[in-house]
């Protein structure tokens, strides 16, 4: 073959080991606390866990449904188990929980995240799913 299209196909193997170098980079679980406003109900404070699983810059984002949420309260000195829920097709779980501390566990993910609860608020966890290691 000709020199100069080894050489071109080269450059384009090195660009394209670039960009996903750098993709790579960019792609790590990632989890938000939103606040939903209202106000708490009879004592209660909503807590919305949202689960979404991130294949990759090509693989999409979809939610993870039917998994298993714990949550734990704190209660001054230790978490203990405090109640659970399954995600929805739209990889939510809803609770109505007291204000506190809670540290909530998405089981299959074997991922641990702490809330302090003093108003309704959202957990969005996008899960790296090619990254976990």
């Known amino acids: 073959m ?3 299209i080894l050489l071109a196909l080269a450059v384009i193997v ?17 989890i938000n606390t939103i606040t939903l406003g209202g106000s708490q109900n009879n004592g209660l404070y909503t807590l919305k866990v949202n689960v ?12 993870l449904a039917n998994a298993v949420i714990w949550v734990y309260k704190y209660n ?13 097709a739209q990889g939510v779980a809803m ?3 007291p204000m506190g501390q809670y540290k909530i566990l998405v089981t299959q993910l074997h991922l641990t995240y ?6 309704n608020e959202e957990v969005i966890i996008s899960y790296a799913y090619l990254n976990s290691g």
Do not use: R, W
């Open 2 to 4: 000709n020199k100069q």
């Open 76 to 88: 001054g000195t230790t978490y203990s188990f405090y109640t659970y829920n399954f995600t929805n």
């Open 14 to 30: 090195i660009i394209i080991m670039a960009i996903g170098v750098y993709e790579g980079h960019k792609y790590k679980t990632e």
């Open 114 to 119: 702490d809330v302090n609860l003093n108003q």
């Open 52 to 63: 979404i699983m991130n294949y990759g810059p090509f693989g999409g984002k979809s939610p």
């Open 95 to 97: 609770f109505n929980l």
